[in-house]
């Protein structure tokens, strides 16, 4: 009753809690004594004289009718991480089995709907290793990184918990419906809204401070400037979490996440082990995880959001020439001439060492991707990333989507 008069994401479900050992004694109270705790204003108390007993029964039906469980705030297994927030959800609607959270090390694992192939299988490889190591591993359930992150999770037999910005129920994301349903069988899919409720854009940015208090740390994973996952780290922050952030190349998809790390407000990671040394995790290692496990065309199924697609130089120059007069075709052959003209050329004036001239000298003007750079190469993929980095700063490469790069 309270979130139907009240809304989400407010403070006065905790204070009420507070105040009442059981809550259902303040609505059996009525007006006056919804008056005399003091909470509420003139509009928020008419609200709460207008919602009817009826509504929470047909919910609470519901939710019997689907095998989900409610935990209240007042409840003893509420998870103290998150009732002790500024404002935890009055209600938690549960498909599965919460994890106790006080027993097991939780993070959070956040970022972009638009992965690359690189933070799709960092997702899913972090999350694998961190379930082998009985970690949970709490995301959001959307394409792209959250999609990965359970994922890997589900692979490695261990328990995550996925929490909607919506109810439960909703098909919004059926892609992963089968993923939820996978989800439960060890870990649990939550939601603070009822069951059939279906996603709003507000619901989001609150959904992402029950991320924040579930997990001991936040992972980004390819954060954008603007992206949503930034409010996930800022919540986490002010929540006194560690926050860490996959070390990613200098495109517009890691800007978030690298500005984090230069403002020595995340740890950057390059492999699961760095969040794990955080808590005196000890003898770790890629070879108890046991990555040869991994179906590379599992990674490869992960649904992610689509982009715009790019329109190549001859694509652009033809469009540009379409129903013109001659005349313009031939300015437009100067520009493509022009234009190969340009491709860049290895610098002869610049010293290189070690990794960074092998890196250089390897780049073209065509596009290559970092796992064929490493395969030809011979080096882990992690110390030619950290290479073409540094390389990028430097100015001599460059990087394109889908973890490619070029010559610059």
Same mark, same amino acid.
């Given at each position: 009753?309270?979130?139907?008069?009240?809304?989400?994401?407010?403070?006065?479900?905790?204070?009420?809690? $507070?105040?009442?050992?059981?809550?259902?004694? %303040?609505?059996? #109270?009525?007006?006056?004594?919804?008056? %005399?705790?003091?909470?509420?204003?003139?509009?928020?108390?008419?609200?709460?004289?207008?919602?009817?007993?009826?509504?929470?029964?047909?919910?609470?039906?519901?939710?019997?009718?689907?095998?989900?469980?409610?935990?209240?705030?007042?409840?003893?297994?509420? =998870?103290?991480?998150?009732?002790?927030?500024? +404002?935890?959800?009055?209600?938690?609607?549960?498909?599965?089995?919460?994890?106790? %959270?006080?027993?097991?090390?939780? !993070?959070?694992?956040? &970022?972009?709907?638009?992965?690359?192939?690189?933070?799709?299988? *960092?997702?899913?490889?972090?999350?694998?290793?961190?379930?082998?190591?009985?970690?949970?591993?709490?995301? &959001?359930?959307?394409? #792209?990184?959250?999609?990965?992150?359970?994922?890997?999770?589900?692979?490695?037999?261990?328990?995550?918990?996925?929490?909607?910005?919506?109810?439960?129920?909703?098909?919004?994301?059926?892609?992963?419906?089968?993923?939820?349903?996978?989800?439960?069988?060890?870990?649990?899919?939550?939601?603070?809204?009822?069951?059939?409720?279906? =996603?709003?854009?507000?619901?989001?940015?609150?959904?992402?401070?029950?991320?924040?208090? @579930?997990?001991?740390?936040?992972?980004? !994973?390819? +954060?954008?400037?603007?992206?949503?996952?930034?409010?996930?780290?800022?919540?986490?922050?002010?929540?006194?979490?560690?926050?860490?952030?996959?070390?990613?190349?200098?495109?517009?998809?890691?800007?978030?996440? *690298?500005?984090?790390?230069?403002?020595?407000?995340?740890?950057?990671?390059?492999?699961?082990?760095?969040?794990?040394?955080?808590?005196?995790?000890?003898?770790?290692?890629?070879?108890?995880?046991?990555? &040869?496990? !991994?179906?590379?065309?599992? !990674?490869?199924?992960?649904?992610? $959001?689509?982009?715009?697609?790019?329109?190549? @130089?001859?694509?652009?120059?033809?469009?540009?020439?379409?129903?013109? *007069?001659?005349?313009?075709?031939?300015?437009?052959?100067?520009? $493509?001439?022009?234009?190969?003209?340009?491709?860049?050329?290895?610098?002869?004036?610049?010293?290189?060492? &070690?990794?960074? $001239?092998?890196?250089?000298?390897?780049?073209?003007?065509? =596009?290559?991707?970092?796992?064929?750079? +490493?395969?030809?190469?011979?080096?882990?993929?992690?110390?030619?990333?950290?290479?073409?980095?540094?390389?990028?700063?430097?100015?001599?490469?460059?990087?394109?989507?889908?973890?490619?790069?070029?010559?610059?």
């Amino acid at each position: 009753m309270l979130t139907q008069a009240i809304g989400y994401n407010t403070p006065k479900a905790k204070k009420l809690a $507070k105040m009442y050992t059981d809550i259902s004694k %303040f609505f059996e #109270g009525g007006e006056s004594e919804w008056r %005399f705790c003091g909470l509420f204003n003139s509009v928020e108390l008419e609200a709460l004289s207008s919602v009817k007993p009826d509504g929470a029964d047909d919910v609470l039906k519901r939710c019997k009718q689907l095998n989900y469980s409610v935990i209240s705030i007042d409840d003893p297994n509420y =998870p103290s991480c998150l009732y002790n927030i500024y +404002a935890p959800p009055a209600v938690l609607y549960v498909s599965g089995k919460l994890p106790d %959270f006080d027993e097991h090390l939780s !993070i959070g694992i956040v &970022g972009t709907r638009q992965a690359s192939r690189y933070g799709v299988e *960092n997702s899913y490889k972090i999350a694998y290793a961190l379930a082998k190591y009985d970690t949970v591993v709490v995301s &959001g359930g959307a394409l #792209g990184v959250d999609c990965a992150s359970h994922r890997g999770v589900l692979a490695a037999n261990g328990i995550t918990v996925c929490v909607r910005g919506c109810g439960i129920n909703s098909h919004y994301l059926r892609d992963n419906e089968k993923m939820r349903e996978a989800i439960t069988a060890k870990g649990a899919v939550i939601s603070e809204y009822p069951p059939d409720e279906e =996603p709003r854009n507000f619901y989001f940015p609150a959904r992402n401070r029950i991320i924040a208090a @579930l997990s001991d740390g936040v992972l980004l !994973i390819e +954060a954008g400037e603007k992206s949503g996952s930034l409010i996930t780290a800022n919540l986490a922050l002010e929540m006194g979490k560690d926050i860490f952030a996959l070390l990613g190349n200098n495109s517009p998809q890691n800007h978030g996440s *690298n500005y984090r790390i230069k403002e020595g407000t995340a740890i950057p990671v390059t492999d699961f082990m760095d969040i794990l040394a955080n808590y005196d995790c000890k003898n770790l290692s890629e070879d108890s995880v046991g990555f &040869g496990s !991994i179906l590379l065309s599992d !990674i490869d199924a992960v649904p992610v $959001k689509k982009k715009r697609k790019s329109i190549s @130089l001859d694509k652009a120059i033809s469009q540009n020439t379409e129903n013109t *007069n001659p005349s313009s075709k031939k300015i437009s052959a100067e520009v $493509k001439t022009e234009a190969e003209k340009q491709e860049p050329k290895h610098k002869t004036d610049i010293k290189l060492k &070690g990794d960074a $001239k092998l890196v250089y000298n390897y780049l073209s003007s065509k =596009p290559v991707h970092i796992d064929k750079i +490493a395969d030809d190469l011979g080096m882990p993929v992690n110390r030619v990333l950290g290479t073409l980095t540094l390389l990028e700063v430097q100015g001599l490469a460059q990087a394109l989507q889908g973890r490619n790069f070029v010559l610059k």
